[in-house]
């Protein structure tokens, strides 16, 4: 999984990358301080994973990982080539879901490009962009569909669908709530223009110090980013990004010890990872044994033997069954001969749908 972290300069993100991926991203009081995307892979948290591997005594422990990509300040006519411009855009093309960084704190010492806090407005600002470049995109589209369309009626249906997705985005809609029609077609073709309004995004609300143990209830900064997410269907999750930095530095003793100091249960890459893979539609299963104990990502829904193809191609293509049982069920059992003596270990097949948690071991003949 790739997220891009976007936000207007100076709003805190290359101080959230830097502390998310423990990396030294410059970060300076003014615009344009992160020129080129800076990359991080970052562990997926997984308190499963040591427990797991300590029962099987596994010589390695490999989380799954998300990769973050910092990508530089944007600023109004970004889409017409202001401040970075197309190279932002190019940028945010690749990622699977975006994480856009909004200020939501007071600080004199810190400038803001507009001279004043709003978020609704820092929001438009770089959705306005986006959605410029979207029409970009689809407006090349049209003149190469439409030149089609009058003999073909495929193409003529196309441009159909094109024409609608413009009058959406020119009336200042994202591209993510336009209401495709069932059609298959439709959505293939959808998906194909890669709009970058498409994508999904997680709002970071960036506040103070003060306001961080209150999960920003009492301010109206927060109230006004959550109120424009809920009419994005977009997650939201309340963060410090300067107390971000501070619990990168500690170790994990230090760290929980920090967090409960400060009133919290988890820090922001724990929120994070959870809001990414809530938006995204994700879960993980495990492997375990005495070689490795590994964590998988997926989508909610796979069935058994294309998480097998997750591990190695030939899992999926010689799949003959998964044995599977619960984590915490194979904890409490302490072994898996014990978890197969109390009947606890399933013998799936090829229509069985993983969930979140699975142990599963995978049987194939290549």
Known sequence: MKLGIVGLPNVGKSTLFNSLTKAKAESANYPFCTIDPNVGIVAVPDERLKKLGDLYQSKKVTPAVIEFVDIAGLVKGASKGEGLGNQFLANIREVDAVVHVVRCFDDTNVVHVDGTVDPARDIETINLELIFSDLEILERRIAKVSKQARMDKVYAKEQQLLEGIKAHLEAGNLAKTFELVEDEDA????????????????????????????????????????????????????????????????????????????????????KLIKASYALLGLISFLTSGEDETRAWTIQKGTKAPQAAGKIHSDFERGFIRAEVVNYQDLLDAKSLAAAKEKGIVRLEGKEYVVTDGDVILFRFNV
């Open 187 to 270: 959505r293939d073709w959808f998906d194909s223009y890669n709009l970058l309004t498409a994508k999904p995004v997680i709002y970071a609300a960036n506040v103070s110090e003060d306001d961080l143990a209150g999960d920003g209830a009492d301010n109206a900064y927060v109230k006004s980013v959550r109120e424009i997410a809920k009419e994005q269907g977009s997650e939201v999750f309340v963060i410090c990004a300067q107390i971000e930095q501070e619990i990168a530095e500690l170790e994990e003793d230090e760290k929980a010890m920090f967090l409960e100091d400060l009133g919290l249960k988890e820090s922001g890459l724990e």
